[in-house]
Structure formats: C-alpha cells, structure tokens
C-alpha cells in the first residue's frame, strides 16, 4: 500500500519562503503524476501543481513564477517563494497513475493527509 507524508508546513512572514515535501512508500513505480493540492479557510481545494515523471509541470496560473514544483526519487516537493496571506491553507500532496482531467476534480490515487501553511506577520 502506497502511503504520502507531508513535511515542512508551518508559519511563515509575508514574503517568505517555504519548502514543502512529500515521501512516498510503497511501490510508486506505476505513478506518473504527482501533484500538489490547496485548501484555504473557508474555500474550495484547489490544484497547484503538477509533475510527471517525465519531469513535465504545470502550474496554477495564479502561482505561476512563486511556486516551484520538482521530484527527486520518491519524494516531490513544493518551493513557495514570496509568500502572501491569501497562502494560507492545508496543503496536500497526491500521486495518480495517470496524467488526465481528472485531477482536476481532485480524483487521484493516493492522498497526504496535507499540511497547514500559514503566511501571517
């Protein structure tokens, strides 16, 4: 069984920045994608990021050129460079087996149980 552990959330200033990473365990040689996921107070969960293992990322438009994503084995990790309030959120890591649509309605694989990322002075 596949099992995704999130490190590396906490507090952080404005304009601050932050390193997410997610391990796997288990057996991911059948994952292709593997993504990264927020949830802010009191809004929908929203997909940030992206890799495949061909190395291939895609990026919320919004985060584009702040939010770096990139994969090392089996682990895969999430750079946020200046940081904003509007940052905050659970953030969670998936894989999937597949690169399609679906992740976008959040229908992947294997889930973290996400990590809290507060940007606040």
Sequence with gaps: QVQLVESGGGLVQPGGSLRLSCTASGDISLINT??????????Q???????????????????????????KQKSFHLTMDSLLPEDTGVY?????????????????????????VTVSS
Excluded at 34 to 43: D, E, I, L
């Design 92 to 116: 969670s890591c998936a894989i999937d087996r597949f690169f399609s649509d679906c992740m976008y309605k959040g229908d992947m694989d294997f889930w973290g149980k996400g990590a809290l």
């Design 34 to 43: 593997m993504a990264w996921y927020r949830q802010a107070p009191g809004k």
């Design 45 to 71: 969960r929203e997909l940030v990021a992206t890799i495949t293992g061909g190395g291939d990322t895609t990026y919320l438009d919004s985060l584009r050129g702040r939010f770096t994503i990139s994969k």
